[in-house]
């Protein structure tokens, strides 16, 4: 069996109970043991507060390293500022805290509000010293924002200084019709990722920030399938289309993406629209929505594309130059 070098995307719900106790909307039931957010919202999967499972999972399947990052449900990106900033002093340092226990295999990514970029910039300023990886919700569409806003410029300076890596992970939307048959996670989240991929290339962010690594969840979500459309508007000059920026199917491969597609064509067509060498072994550990058996849901991805997504250690160009 082949080793995996790399998951740059596994899920992990740091707890401290003594620093939980007095946050606001947040509740620790241990005997459960269960997380419940703002009265709504409950983590329940015990895996997902135990670094040790994951330690035990990745020996299992041959995995040497994994970056972490908290799972979507603690984003909370409704909070307002000053609340988020109570939130991020607890998630990040929390999670610091694991890195630093096991850091020969594992490393936090760190939490970034969506809603508050001048907030999110100050974060990465206290954090990239720690190994420049972040994560951040692709969208929120509760607020309306969107990522190719002029309010995010310093987050994007900050990310480009410090040549980070950036998780964009998808939350639930807004949209009544996804509500039946969990079609807010099976189809509305991968296509809130590609939309966070053609506000970034349309509005030029990745290429006026080109030291920033961009990850895309989920093979990218719905990007490399629609990838086409939006480059034809382009040509024929749709009404704000015309931006200047590359069509996007050139502007795509600036983009790394997970390998998280549960579909050998779709993976297939995410190596060829993002580029063989910008697709990274992703897991979502622990939840069922991912690569619980990596091998065996690998196995009938072409061979020699299978073994570089295995191979995949992004954190190479960290001392190379960024050739998106």
């Not at 988020?84 to 929390?94: E, I, K, L, S």
């Not at 040509?235 to 050998?264: N, Y």
């Not at 960290?318 to 998106?324: E, T």
């Amino acid at each position: 069996m082949n080793r995996i070098a790399l998951d740059c995307h596994a899920h992990l719900a740091p707890i401290l109970p003594e620093r939980l106790a007095g946050l606001p909307g947040v509740e620790w039931f241990p005997e459960e043991p269960r997380l419940l957010l703002d009265g709504k919202v409950t983590l329940a999967t015990p895996a997902v507060f135990r670094p040790e499972a994951l330690l035990v999972w990745m020996d299992a399947n041959r995995i040497d390293r994994a970056w972490f990052s908290v799972p979507p449900p603690m984003y909370r990106a409704h909070l307002d500022e000053a609340a988020a900033r109570q939130w991020c002093d607890y998630v990040n340092p929390a999670l610091a805290e694991i890195g630093a226990r096991y850091a020969d295999r594992l490393a936090p990514s760190f939490l970034l509000p969506i809603r508050h970029p001048a907030l999110a910039a100050e974060i990465v300023g206290e954090f990239a010293a720690r190994g420049a990886r972040f994560a951040m919700a692709a969208g929120h569409a509760a607020s309306g924002l969107v990522l190719s806003d002029a309010a995010y410029a310093p987050l994007w300076a900050a990310l480009d200084q410090a040549g980070a890596f950036l998780l964009l992970h998808p939350t639930a939307g807004r949209d009544p019709r996804l509500d039946p048959f969990f079609l807010h996670n099976l189809l509305g989240g991968p296509g809130e990722t590609a939309l966070a991929a053609a506000h970034l290339a349309m509005s030029r962010v990745i290429e006026r920030f080109p030291r920033i690594r961009f990850i895309l969840s989920h093979g990218g979500g719905s990007a490399a399938m629609v990838a086409g459309r939006p480059s034809r508007g382009q040509a024929v000059r749709r009404p704000g289309a015309d931006t200047g920026a590359p069509p996007m199917t050139t502007a795509f491969r600036h983009f790394l993406a997970d390998c998280i597609t549960h579909s050998d064509a779709a993976l297939a067509l995410a190596a060829e629209t993002f580029g063989r060498d910008h697709i990274l072994f992703g897991s979502d550990w622990p939840f069922s929505m991912g690569l619980t058996e990596p091998h065996e849901q690998l196995a009938g991805v072409a061979p020699d594309l299978r073994k570089q997504v295995l191979a995949a250690d992004p954190e190479r160009v960290l001392s190379a130059a960024w050739s998106p």
